[in-house]
């Protein structure tokens, strides 16, 4: 029967909330196998968006699954609150290990993104006892209120729940497309860095303020890397101040940019708290904060527990994903499979006059959909190339409207990464000569 997505959404509907699910294709994933999913009608897909950058490791990696199976016919859980268990007390050293800072190092767990963010802030708040914190427009922290409070990608991201958590101060983040024609990245980086220190030079003083948290590279916010001059200013800013120096590597970490870290990416800049989430665990609920160990040592306990942040089952995913990306060289490969992606897309952005930039960082980046005449955001057509690329084979959304996200998993086939190409030149194609057609709801899809 060609309908068990739509029955399936039907039955679904009226019980499910509607701020919980951004609008894209009307489907029910049944399956999915390193870069291909299936959907509950037996159409496939190429997976260009990894869930999110949650499945980095590809969708049920043998590795992991066996891990996972094995974990739970011993304990499916026991609370690291109260008890150690053996998954659990593996991960922290390993983790620690890469933690791209040095010096000693401590972990704490969490169960999403979005409540390692809050710890973090609870840890600055602890270890500096200043209450002020930093943050940037266009980041995505997550959905808790600490995180969302921190958060700048969308309105819908305050409207009506506030008030917010207070002493969060928001400077604009130096996105590439705030850049002046004719100005030079460090011109820019330079402007940028004096709208980050007005805040400091009018109402906020330095030292009450106790951590900038950044992402090195958005996601949400458009797949924009900060200039790496721009991130030494304002991390030299944060040294002279004692303020704390944050990075939220959750959708950017675990190989995603061509490194482990995208912080890794600054050279001269070692962070004090590290969020870590998504792909740590192939996708199981489990996030992470690494931290200094004097920072981490500064909160108490019950300061930071969960029940299930941890779990046995989680920490042997984990543990089971670090394997992986280790001996797939992941890292490495997303590196060079990103160069691929980098030239293709830029081959497009030659044949196609709607393309209005190519940012790629390892196999991670975002593609600007615009009107050719104005330059401007183009939404309406990048919904619709992602719909005729749905329809034609390949997962793709948008973020802030007219940008394409590309994040596929690190373990994808070199010729499904062709074949994913073929269809996106395909509809590029179409939208140019004017074939392509617009689904009946483009209004509804995409944030
Ligand atoms: C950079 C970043 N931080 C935090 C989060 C929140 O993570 P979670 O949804 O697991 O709470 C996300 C999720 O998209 C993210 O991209």
Redesign the pocket.
């Known amino acids: 029967m060609e309908d068990k997505n739509k029955e399936m959404l039907k039955n679904e509907g009226d019980h499910f909330s509607k701020a919980s699910r951004i609008k894209y294709f009307d489907i029910v994933i049944k399956e999915g196998h390193g870069a291909i999913l299936t959907d509950e009608d037996n159409h496939q897909y190429i997976d260009l968006l990894s869930s ?1 950058s949650s499945t980095n490791t590809g969708h049920a990696h043998p590795h992991v699954v066996k891990a996972i199976q094995d974990q739970a016919t011993k304990l499916i859980q026991y609370t690291p609150a109260y008890f150690a268990t053996e998954p659990e007390a593996k991960l922290a050293p390993r983790l620690a290990k890469l933690a791209p800072m040095e010096g000693p190092v401590e972990v704490a767990w969490g169960n ?3 409540d390692a ?1 809050d710890a973090i802030i609870k840890f600055a708040r602890a270890y500096t006892g200043r209450q002020y914190i930093v943050s940037f427009t266009g980041a ?4 808790t209120y600490g ?1 969302i409070s921190v958060s700048g990608v969308s309105l819908n991201m305050t409207r009506k729940i506030g008030p917010l958590l207070p002493g969060v101060v928001k400077v604009p983040y130096p996105s590439s497309w705030y850049r002046h024609k004719g100005e030079s990245e460090d011109e820019f980086s330079d402007r940028m860095f004096e709208a980050f220190k007005l805040p400091f030079e009018t109402y906020l003083p330095a030292d009450e303020t106790a951590l900038i948290m950044v ?1 090195p590279i958005q ?2 916010g458009g797949f924009c890397k900060a200039p790496e001059r721009y991130l030494n200013h304002v991390y030299k800013f944060a040294k002279d101040h004692g303020i704390l120096f944050a990075v ?1 590597e ?2 950017q970490g675990m190989g995603r940019t061509g490194k482990m870290w995208s912080i890794q990416r600054f050279p001269k800049i070692q962070p004090d708290l590290v ?1 870590v ?2 792909s740590v665990a192939s996708g199981l609920p489990l ?1 992470v904060v690494l931290g200094r160990k004097k920072i981490m040592e500064s909160l108490n306990a019950p300061g930071n527990v969960y029940t299930t942040a941890g779990n046995p089952v989680t920490t042997a995913a984990a543990n089971a994903t670090l394997d992986v990306i280790e001996n797939e060289h992941l890292v490495e490969r997303s590196k060079r499979l990103g160069k691929v992606a980098e030239n293709k897309f830029k081959q497009f952005e030659q044949k196609f006059d709607f393309i209005g930039d190519v940012r790629l960082y390892g196999l991670n980046g975002g593609i600007d959909i615009v009107d050719p005449k104005t330059g401007k955001p183009d939404s309406k057509n990048a919904t619709r190339l992602i719909y005729r690329i749905f329809q034609l084979g390949a997962l793709m959304i948008t973020v802030r409207g007219n940008i394409l996200r590309f994040q596929p998993p690190l373990v994808i086939k070199e010729e499904e990464l062709d074949q994913a190409f073929n269809i996106i030149e395909q509809a590029m194609q179409e939208l140019k000569d004017g074939k392509i057609k617009s689904p009946a709801n483009l209004d509804q899809i995409g944030w």
């Not at 995505?140 to 959905?143: A, L």
């Open positions: 999110a999403s993104g979005s963010n995505y922290h997550g959905s995180s992402e996601g949400d939220d959750i959708n969020a989430g998504k996030s």
